[in-house]
């Protein structure tokens, strides 16, 4: 066997030429004689390899043939470049084995250079990496996109399927491709390795040290780009459309003289998108699945499930009055609030029953989102006239909320923190007491102390914000960035309420300067997300947080000692040194 060293391939390891000698090119030993004797044919064939001679011996027609070695091995040699002219050349193969992962490639002579294919091995490698899971990263960053779609397995299946040439060569195996898929797309991925593998306002950014099951430089398909963060837009929106709503028909702000076209052209907009953003968001879940299982196992994406409830409950509530009447069917409340009651027993019982997903593992701002929705569901059964499922839904919403809350504002040492790019988020603080107040008022027609309680919350929490202006800053635009305007919408409007039973100046310019803060700042995020998607074209970069491997397949390097344990470890050795020193002079003068 030939062996010579090779330079590294695009694995970026070090290999080993095996070349493997064909059983018909093997020469024979030169040392010693070869009798071989045919009884059926009866003749005997004598072979002296010192002498280079051949003697056959036919015993029926008695006769002895003599030849020589040389002539023979000369002819050997004609055959077998004759042989070699007629062979093709791309049979020819080398096996490179690792030396560092322990896996072999077959390369084969072709005129294509890199032509290599992997010959997987147990997985298991000598430098204590996963080789088997490498190679499947490196398949899958070619772009095959058909691992997220509905119907994988049986593409998958499929495309583990050898053919005719590979089963000739290969021995079974155990395939690791097939391990990471079931491992990394089919299981749920762990609250906890989102954010270690993950970074940025909505955990969207894949770490540099961090793999993905997909191409980074290659576009991937539009579907496959649509985040469930659409849905802030719509949250945005309809929001805004309250707000107008409220402007146009209370008493606090009826010196403006505010028309209520702008909410009726609101709404109207609002409905729209949602309509978009929700049909976008079914072929999705048609046609890739096993990306929206992703999202629905994203620590903070989880979240934005809640929202198109949110939305459609948020445009109940502000309907232009000539849309539809004052008091609305209670059959609106019950399809809007029955999937979300549903979802909220499945997220709350994960908080409650513990597990890798309990509260304390996944909080973060944004699961304002997911208690926020029982005080819209409270004012909206208030203005359907089910005050008593209204009082029900502000009780639930306001238990978590105070859990969330406290979970969230006093940070355990041992939970883990969240990095500083999720600072954006805190806004999310705002909405649920805003709507408490809101909903406590619409459910008992009076703006009382513990009403006042929740607004004046809400109210802290927004001006604790605005002075830290530093945590909105230095981030780049997303999508999601809409959901964090409707906080400083219920804000506004919590206020407005306020300003109606409390009338001064004062209240009623707080009014105004939240109400324009609040707009303001959707008018900017809507010809932001004009510009990126119509001019600049990059509102749906690559989806990178749904494509993390459930592993993390670079091997962690330990830490190096620190001082101090080198010291203790020296000082140990040298008194263990000592000490079997004294037990050997001791034995010596005992002898």
């Known amino acids: 066997m030939d062996k010579r060293e090779t330079p590294p391939n695009s694995l970026h390891t070090h290999f080993v030429d095996i070349h493997e000698v064909l059983p018909e090119e093997e020469e024979e030993e030169e040392e010693g004689t070869v009798r071989i004797e045919d009884k059926e044919k009866g003749t005997t064939r004598m072979e002296d390899k010192e002498k280079g001679t051949?003697?056959?011996?036919?015993?029926?027609?008695?006769?002895?043939?003599?030849?020589?070695k040389v002539n023979r091995r000369?002819?050997?040699?004609?055959?077998?470049?004759?042989?070699?002219?007629?062979?093709?050349?791309?049979?020819?193969?080398?096996?490179?084995?690792?030396?560092?992962?322990?896996?072999?490639?077959?390369?084969?002579?072709?005129?294509?250079?890199?032509?290599?294919?992997?010959?997987?091995?147990?997985?298991?490698?000598?430098?204590?990496?996963?080789?088997?899971?490498?190679?499947?990263?490196?398949?899958?960053?070619?772009?095959?996109?058909?691992?997220?779609?509905?119907?994988?397995?049986?593409?998958?299946?499929?495309?583990?399927?050898?053919?005719?040439?590979?089963?000739?060569?290969?021995?079974?195996?155990?395939?690791?491709?097939?391990?990471?898929?079931?491992?990394?797309?089919?299981?749920?991925?762990?609250?906890?390795?989102?954010?270690?593998a993950l970074r940025g306002p909505e955990l969207d950014e894949v770490k540099d040290t961090e793999d993905i099951l997909l191409p980074k430089d290659e576009k991937w398909p539009f579907l496959l780009r649509f985040p469930i963060g659409c849905f802030g837009i719509c949250l945005g929106l309809s929001s805004q459309a309250v707000l107008w709503r409220a402007l146009s028909i209370s008493p606090a702000t009826k010196?403006?003289?505010?028309?209520?076209?702008?909410?009726?052209?609101?709404?109207?907009?609002?409905?729209?998108?949602?309509?978009?953003?929700?049909f976008t968001y079914i072929l999705k879940c048609i046609f890739y699945f096993e990306a929206v299982r992703r999202e629905y196992f994203h620590p903070v994406r989880i979240n934005f499930f809640f929202a198109p409830w949110v939305v459609c409950m948020f445009l109940a509530i502000g309907v232009p009055p000539i849309v539809a009447p004052e008091t609305l069917h209670?059959?609106?409340?019950?399809?809007?609030?029955?999937?979300?009651?549903?979802?909220?027993?499945?997220?709350?019982?994960?908080?409650?029953?513990?597990?890798?997903?309990?509260?304390?593992?996944?909080?973060?701002?944004?699961?304002?989102?997911?208690?926020?929705?029982?005080?819209?569901?409270?004012?909206?059964?208030?203005?359907?006239?089910?005050?008593?499922?209204?009082?029900?839904?502000?009780?639930?919403?306001f238990a978590h909320y105070l859990v969330l809350f406290v979970t969230l504002y006093q940070r355990l040492p041992t939970s883990e923190a969240l990095p500083k790019e999720l600072h954006p988020v805190y806004s999310m603080f705002i909405a649920a007491p805003s709507a408490a107040s809101i909903a406590w008022q619409a459910i008992y027609g009076d703006l009382d102390g513990l009403s006042r309680t929740c607004y004046f919350i809400a109210l802290f929490l927004y001006v604790s914000l605005v002075v830290r202006i530093n945590f909105f800053t230095g981030f780049r635009f997303s999508v999601a960035w809409w959901s964090y305007t409707f906080p400083m919408t219920t804000a506004s409007v919590a206020t407005i309420k306020y300003a109606e039973h409390v009338p001064s100046v004062l209240t009623k310019g707080l009014a105004l300067s939240l109400s324009f803060m609040s707009s303001a700042m959707v008018c900017v995020l809507f010809v932001s997300t004009l510009l990126h998607a119509f001019v600049w074209h990059t509102l749906f970069p690559n989806d990178?947080?749904?494509?993390?491997?459930?592993?993390?397949?670079?091997?962690?390097?330990?830490?190096?000692?620190?001082?101090?344990?080198?010291?203790?470890?020296?000082?140990?050795?040298?008194?263990?040194?000592?000490?079997?020193?004294k037990d050997f002079d001791g034995q010596n003068e005992g002898d």
Not at 112 to 128: E, I, M, N, T
Not at 258 to 265: A, E, R, Y
Not at 567 to 576: C, E, F, G
């Open 544 to 581: 990178l947080a749904i494509a993390i491997t459930k592993k993390r397949l670079v091997k962690e390097k330990k830490p190096f000692k620190k001082a101090y344990d080198l010291r203790r470890w020296t000082k140990q050795a040298l008194t263990k040194h000592n000490s079997a020193n």
């Open 255 to 278: 010196f403006l003289h505010v028309p209520p076209f702008i909410n009726l052209c609101l709404w109207l907009l609002a409905v729209a998108v949602l309509i978009s953003v929700s």
């Open 74 to 196: 000369l002819n050997k040699q004609s055959n077998r470049s004759l042989r070699d002219a007629r062979r093709p050349h791309n049979k020819t193969f080398s096996r490179q084995v690792s030396l560092e992962t322990g896996f072999s490639v077959l390369n084969r002579e072709s005129k294509a250079k890199d032509d290599r294919r992997v010959l997987p091995r147990s997985g298991h490698s000598f430098g204590g990496f996963d080789s088997a899971t490498r190679i499947g990263v490196e398949a899958r960053n070619r772009g095959d996109f058909s691992i997220f779609k509905t119907k994988s397995t049986l593409s998958k299946q499929n495309s583990l399927m050898p053919t005719r040439k590979e089963k000739g060569m290969e021995a079974p195996k155990i395939d690791g491709a097939a391990r990471l898929d079931d491992e990394s797309v089919n299981r749920s991925v762990p609250a906890g390795r989102y954010f270690a």
């Open 330 to 397: 209670p059959a609106i409340w019950c399809a809007f609030m029955g999937p979300y009651f549903f979802l909220e027993l499945k997220i709350y019982g994960q908080w409650l029953s513990g597990g890798k997903r309990r509260l304390c593992k996944v909080a973060n701002p944004s699961s304002h989102l997911s208690v926020v929705g029982n005080f819209v569901g409270a004012i909206l059964a208030a203005k359907v006239g089910w005050k008593e499922v209204g009082k029900f839904l502000w009780a639930v919403g």
């Open 54 to 68: 051949i003697r056959m011996e036919d015993k029926e027609k008695g006769t002895i043939r003599m030849e020589d």
